[in-house]
C-alpha cells in the first residue's frame, strides 16, 4: 500500500510517469514544466526507467518525435508550457488525427506577449479544437493520478486519442504538497500494456499520414470528433475502476455544496481550492454559495454541467484567459453555449481573472460572489470583466 | 562496356527487383525526383521505415485511400521530417531492447525536398543529425518549392527565375548562391555525407547502401530535375541531371568521416554551364556575363571540393 509522502509536484509527476513503462520521451524545457523534463532525466539516467530520452532541439521536435515514436508503437511522453505548447500547436491536431495514444503534461503559464511564465490558461485554450482529451488538475493527488490513468484512457482501443494533463505552473508545480504514490505493482495492476492497431514497422507495412482531399477530409473530421465524444464513456469507467483499487474517484464535473446553493461558482484547476475557502467563508455568513470545478474540458461534459448549476440562480463563470474581441473568456462562452437551451437555467457573470500569475487571494472570491449578488436587477450578467485590474 | 547504356543487362543483378515505391502514383511525366525516391526505396529494401515531409513526394505517393507506399511511410508535416524519424528511431530502439517486437534490425530514413531541408526543416534536421540517431536522411533537391508552384529555396540556384524570384525588368531571377547543404552536414561531423543523381543510379544505390550500413546519422543529397519547374522537356530529366554533373554544377562526391572522396562518375575536364542551361527555361533571361559570373563562381566551388578531396583523403 502507498504511503503518503510529500514532494514538489512536478517532480512527483516524473515520478508518476516513471512508473508507467514508457518506451520514449522527447521533453524540450521550459519554465515551469523544467523540473518534470529534468527529473524523468534523472529516472534514465539512473536506469529507474528504461525509455529512450530524446533530448530534442525544439517543442515542435519534441511533439513530431512523440508521433513518430507512438506511431512505432512505442508509449510516448512529453511536456511542455506556454511558448512551447503554441510552437507545438501545429502537431496537435496531426496527432489525434492519427489517433496516437500520446500523453502530455502541461504546466500552464501565460502566452507572451509580453513575456511572462507564471500561471494563467493562455497556453492550453488556443490548442481547444485539436482534437485532444484534455483534463485540468486540482492539486498534487490529482496531477500523479492523472498522469498514470492518461495512458489507460489514450490506449483504450475505442479511444486511441492524445491526452493532456493542465497542471498550474508554480501555482502547483512547484508547490510541495502531501499525496499517496501508487506503488510500481499497483500501476503495473492497473496499467496493461500498450497494444497498438498499427505500427511503423516491416513486419506489416501501413501509410500513416496520408493526403486527403474533400472526398474523403469531412468523413475524417466527423470520425475524430465522434472519437472524442465517445471517449467520455471509456473515461468514466477508467475513473472508476482507479476508485476501485485506489479509492480515489474523479468525476468530470465536482461540486463542493452546490446542491443548496443559490450562486454558483466555476473553476478549473488549483484556483478550485482557494475558491472552496471563499464558499466556506462566505457560508459561514449565511450565503448559499457553492462551486463547481470542471475537470473534463474536452470532450466537454454538458450533461454534467447542465445538471450541477440547474437549480442555482447565478452562476459566476471564472476564465483565466481572454478570447480578445469575443464573447468573453473561452470557459464562459462554453458553458453559456451548453446552458442555452435549457428551460431551468442560472444567469451567468464572467470574471477574468488570475492571468500571468496575478495573485487571488480567498477575499477576491468572496468579493466576486458579493458583486453578483448585489446585482439584484441582473444588469451585469452575460457580460465579462477582467477581475481586479487596474483601470 | 557501358553500364548505363547496356542498363537492362546490368539491371536485373545490380538493383533490387522489387518495387517499393510502385507506379501509379501522380508524379508528372518525366519527373526525376520521384526515379530518384524509388531508386531509394530500391536500395534500403523492406526493413525499413520512411518519414516524410511534405512536398511533391510526399503528395504524389499518399492520395488517400491509396498508397504507393510498400514500406512503412508516415507523413506528419512539412518542416519535420528529421524529429518525426528520430522519434521512430528512438520508439523502435526501445522497443527491440525490451523485447516488445521482433528483434530484426529496421533502418529508419527521414526524406524531404529542399525546402524541407535547406529551409523551414533546417533545425530539425541538425538537432537529429547532432543528437546521433541512427537514420539516414535524404534530401530531394529539385531547387524549389515545386509543390506550391515553383517558389524560391536557399537551394535555388543563382540566376534562376521562380514565382518568388521571377526574372523581370529589373531582376535576374535568384539573386543569391545555393546553400552548400551538404558541407553543412559535414560540419555536423557525421560519419557519412554523400551527394548523388539518379542520372547515376548505380552510384547513387551504392550511396544509399553505404549509409545504410552505417550506425549513426548519414545525409544524402540528391540532385533531382524536375521538368515542369525548370521548364525543360520531360524527355530531357535524364540528360539535364548528367549535364548538372559534367558542368560540375553539381559534384558527385562522398565525405566518410571526414575524407572526401569524389565519385569515379566525375569527369576530369568540366563542360561549360551554359551547356546546362541552355536546355532549361529556368536559366533562359540571363545574359552572357551573368552566365560568366557564375560560370566564374562553379568553377572556384569545384576547384575547393577538389582540394579538399586531395587533402582530406
Ligand atoms: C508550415 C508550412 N508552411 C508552408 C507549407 C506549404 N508547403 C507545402 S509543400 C511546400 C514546398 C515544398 O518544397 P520542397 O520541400 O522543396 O519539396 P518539393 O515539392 O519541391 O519536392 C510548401 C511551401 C506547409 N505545408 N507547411
Ligand atoms: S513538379 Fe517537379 S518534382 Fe514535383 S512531381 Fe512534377 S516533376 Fe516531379
Ligand atoms: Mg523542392
Same mark, same amino acid.
Given at each position: 500500500m502507498a504511503k503518503r509522502i510529500g514532494m514538489e509536484v512536478a517532480v512527483a509527476v516524473a515520478e508518476a510517469v516513471g512508473l508507467c513503462d514508457i518506451d520514449m520521451a522527447a521533453v524540450y524545457p521550459i519554465t515551469p514544466q523544467s523540473h518534470i523534463a529534468e527529473h524523468l532525466s534523472d529516472l534514465v539516467a539512473d536506469g529507474k526507467i528504461d525509455a529512450e530520452f530524446v533530448t530534442v532541439e525544439s517543442e515542435h521536435s519534441a511533439m513530431s518525435a512523440v508521433i513518430g515514436a507512438s506511431g512505432a508503437g512505442a508509449?510516448?511522453?512529453?511536456? *511542455?508550457?506556454?511558448?512551447?505548447?503554441?510552437?507545438?500547436?501545429?502537431?496537435?491536431?496531426?496527432?489525434?488525427?492519427?489517433?496516437?495514444? +500520446? *500523453?502530455?503534461?502541461?504546466?500552464?503559464?501565460?502566452?507572451?506577449?509580453?513575456?511572462?511564465?507564471?500561471?494563467?490558461?493562455?497556453? +492550453?485554450?488556443?490548442?481547444?479544437?485539436?482534437?485532444?482529451?484534455?483534463i485540468f488538475v486540482e492539486n498534487a493527488q490529482e496531477a500523479i493520478d492523472m498522469s498514470i490513468i492518461a495512458f489507460k484512457i489514450a490506449e483504450n482501443k475505442d479511444v486511441m486519442l492524445p491526452v493532456n494533463i493542465n497542471i498550474d505552473g508554480f501555482q502547483l508545480t512547484h508547490m510541495v504538497e502531501p499525496f499517496e504514490m501508487p506503488t510500481q505493482e499497483e500501476v503495473?495492476?492497473?496499467?496493461?500494456?500498450?497494444?497498438?492497431? #498499427? *505500427?511503423?514497422?516491416? #513486419?506489416?507495412?501501413?501509410?500513416m499520414g496520408a493526403f486527403a482531399m474533400s472526398d474523403y477530409f469531412p468523413e475524417i473530421m466527423k470520425a475524430k470528433d465522434e472519437a472524442l465524444k465517445n471517449s467520455k464513456k471509456i473515461i468514466l469507467e477508467v475513473w472508476d475502476e482507479w476508485a476501485k483499487m485506489f479509492g480515489r474517484a474523479y468525476k468530470p464535473v465536482e461540486t463542493y455544496k452546490a446542491e443548496d446553493a443559490e450562486v454558483l461558482m466555476l473553476t478549473m484547476g488549483s484556483m478550485g481550492e482557494t475558491a472552496q475557502m471563499a464558499i466556506d467563508e462566505l457560508r459561514a455568513k449565511g450565503v448559499k454559495a457553492g462551486l463547481v470545478k470542471l475537470r473534463l474540458w474536452r470532450p466537454f461534459p454538458f450533461a454534467e454541467i447542465k445538471a450541477a448549476v440547474k437549480n442555482a440562480k447565478k452562476l459566476i463563470v471564472t476564465d483565466r484567459a481572454v478570447s480578445f474581441g469575443g464573447p468573453g473568456g473561452p470557459v464562459f462562452s462554453e458553458v453559456k453555449s451548453a446552458l442555452y437551451a435549457e428551460a431551468q437555467r442560472p444567469v451567468i457573470y464572467d470574471y477574468i481573472y488570475g492571468l500571468g500569475g496575478r495573485d487571488v487571494p480567498v477575499g477576491d472570491f468572496v468579493g466576486m460572489f458579493e458583486r453578483v449578488l448585489a446585482d439584484t436587477a441582473n444588469k451585469e450578467v452575460d457580460t465579462y470583466e477582467f477581475w481586479g485590474v487596474r483601470e | 562496356m557501358n553500364i548505363v547504356e547496356n542498363f537492362d543487362l546490368y539491371a536485373p543483378r545490380l538493383i533490387n527487383k522489387k518495387e517499393l515505391l510502385s507506379s501509379g502514383h501522380r508524379a508528372c511525366s518525366g519527373c526525376a525526383e520521384v526515379l530518384a525516391v524509388r531508386l531509394m526505396a530500391k536500395a534500403l529494401g523492406e526493413n525499413t521505415v520512411i518519414a516524410s515531409a511534405t512536398g511533391c513526394m510526399e503528395i504524389v505517393s499518399s492520395?488517400?485511400?491509396?498508397?504507393?507506399?510498400?514500406?512503412?511511410?508516415?507523413?506528419?508535416?512539412?518542416?519535420? /521530417?528529421?524529429?518525426?524519424?528520430?522519434?521512430?528511431?528512438? %520508439?523502435?530502439? /526501445?522497443?527491440? &531492447? &525490451? %523485447?516488445?517486437?521482433?528483434?530484426?534490425?529496421? &533502418?529508419v530514413v527521414g526524406m524531404g525536398g529542399d525546402g524541407a531541408t535547406m529551409d523551414i526543416g533546417f533545425q530539425a534536421l541538425s538537432g537529429a543529425m547532432e543528437r546521433g540517431h541512427d537514420m539516414i536522411y535524404v534530401c530531394f533537391d529539385n531547387e524549389a518549392y515545386m509543390n506550391t508552384g515553383i517558389q524560391r529555396s536557399s537551394g535555388t540556384p543563382m540566376g534562376a527565375s521562380t514565382t518568388t524570384a521571377p526574372a523581370g525588368k529589373v531582376s535576374s531571377g535568384q539573386k543569391t548562391w545555393k546553400k552548400n547543404m551538404p558541407e553543412i552536414m559535414v560540419a555536423h561531423d557525421i560519419p557519412y555525407v554523400a551527394t548523388a543523381c539518379p542520372s547515376y543510379p548505380l552510384d547513387f544505390i551504392r550511396k544509399m547502401e553505404k549509409a545504410k550500413?552505417? &550506425? %549513426?546519422?548519414?545525409?544524402?543529397?540528391?540532385?533531382?530535375?524536375?521538368?515542369?519547374?525548370?521548364?525543360?522537356?520531360?524527355?530531357?530529366?535524364?540528360?539535364? %541531371?548528367?549535364?548538372?554533373?559534367?558542368?560540375?554544377?553539381?559534384?558527385?562526391?562522398?565525405?566518410?568521416?571526414?575524407?572526401?572522396?569524389?565519385?569515379p562518375d566525375m569527369p576530369k575536364k568540366l563542360k561549360p554551364i551554359k551547356d546546362y542551361f541552355k536546355g532549361q527555361g529556368r536559366f533562359r533571361h540571363l545574359s552572357a556575363e551573368e552566365i560568366d559570373t557564375i560560370q566564374g563562381k562553379v568553377t572556384t566551388e569545384f576547384k575547393k571540393l577538389t582540394e579538399k578531396a586531395k587533402f582530406l583523403k
Open positions: 508509449r510516448s511522453y512529453t511536456a *511542455t508550457s506556454s511558448q512551447g505548447l503554441m510552437y507545438m500547436h501545429e502537431l496537435l491536431p496531426i496527432a489525434s488525427a492519427m489517433r496516437l495514444p +500520446i *500523453t502530455m503534461a502541461i504546466a500552464n503559464r501565460a502566452v507572451s506577449g509580453p513575456l511572462n511564465i507564471l500561471n494563467d490558461h493562455s497556453d +492550453i485554450m488556443p490548442q481547444r479544437d485539436s482534437g485532444w482529451i484534455s503495473r495492476n492497473f496499467l496493461p500494456p500498450f497494444v497498438p492497431h #498499427a *505500427t511503423l514497422h516491416p #513486419a506489416k507495412p501501413v501509410t | 492520395m488517400f485511400p491509396t498508397t504507393a507506399w510498400n514500406v512503412p511511410w508516415i507523413h506528419v508535416a512539412f518542416e519535420n /521530417a528529421a524529429s518525426v524519424a528520430s522519434g521512430i528511431e528512438a %520508439g523502435l530502439k /526501445a522497443l527491440r &531492447k &525490451k %523485447g516488445k517486437i521482433d528483434d530484426r534490425y529496421v &533502418k550500413s552505417i &550506425k %549513426g546519422p548519414s545525409y544524402i543529397h540528391c540532385f533531382s530535375v524536375c521538368p515542369t519547374g525548370w521548364r525543360c522537356p520531360s524527355n530531357q530529366a535524364i540528360s539535364m %541531371g548528367r549535364l548538372a554533373v559534367e558542368t560540375g554544377v553539381f559534384p558527385l562526391y562522398e565525405v566518410e568521416n571526414g575524407h572526401y572522396r569524389l565519385s
